[in-house]
């Protein structure tokens, strides 16, 4: 069984939508919680990071960590044509080393 | 800015021939690390280092050895490449030993002939 695991995809949405983006994990050590986007032929960038269990937002995107039904989700509103990228999640019981989900390809149409 | 470099962005070798990837950093950042991407693999870590002359191994070493001989830069050798190494492979850095940002590379994409 994987540390991490997260629906491929892909996923398509009409502009505006709100997407919501998850991944589970089996390791109930991890502590740290990120979401990384990567773009077509780019590393991934750091998007949003929430330490222990509750939700955390940034604009049109909140994160939430749910450690007792060790689930994560991303929620973006108002999805726009920028968005359209992979979305990668990311976890980590010693803040050093990191185990990514496989990644969630998202496209949203105009 | 922090800006990770990579050697190239594209490479293709020969089965056997031995393959330098190098990743340079310039943010005087303490942690390194070497994961590759596969599809429906996601990334999975092949090494990384802590300080110049450290180095560990991360979940798939095997085939593969680092170097660190300055801080910013870090290389990622292939001894022998093979064909299941072909891959995109990418290298991070973060500034300390803590829950830091990752911050990538724009990946080597290699393909072993």
């Known amino acids: 069984q994987k540390e991490v695991e997260q629906d491929p995809g892909p996923l398509s949405v009409p502009e505006g939508a709100i997407v919501s983006l998850n991944c589970t994990y089996s390791n109930s050590a991890f502590q740290y919680f990120m979401w990384y986007r990567q773009y077509s032929r780019k590393g991934p960038e750091l998007l949003m990071y929430?330490?222990?269990?509750g939700n955390k937002e940034d604009g049109r995107f909140t994160a939430q960590v749910d450690k007792s039904s060790k689930y994560i989700s991303l929620f973006i509103r108002d999805s726009q044509p920028s968005d359209s990228a992979t979305y990668l999640c990311a976890m980590s019981y010693t803040g050093n080393q990191f185990y990514f989900g496989t990644g969630t390809s998202l496209t949203v149409i105009p | 800015d922090v800006k990770v470099t990579q050697s190239s962005r594209y490479l293709v070798k020969r089965t056997g021939e031995k393959v330098f990837l190098e990743c340079v950093q310039d943010?005087?950042?303490?942690?390194m690390f070497w994961y590759r991407q596969d599809p429906g693999l996601g990334l999975r870590l092949i090494y990384f280092s802590y300080d110049v002359k450290m180095k560990e191994k991360g979940d798939i070493p095997e085939g593969y050895s680092v170097s660190r001989e300055k801080k910013e830069r870090f290389s990622l050798i292939l001894e022998s490449a093979s064909t299941n190494q072909t891959s995109m492979y990418l290298c991070?850095?973060?500034?300390?030993?803590?829950?830091?940002?990752?911050?990538f590379g724009p990946g080597t994409r290699l393909t072993v002939t």
């Open positions: 929430t330490y222990s269990s």
């Open positions: 991070a850095s973060t500034e300390g030993a803590g829950p830091y940002e990752q911050y």
């Open positions: 943010m005087d950042h303490e942690n």
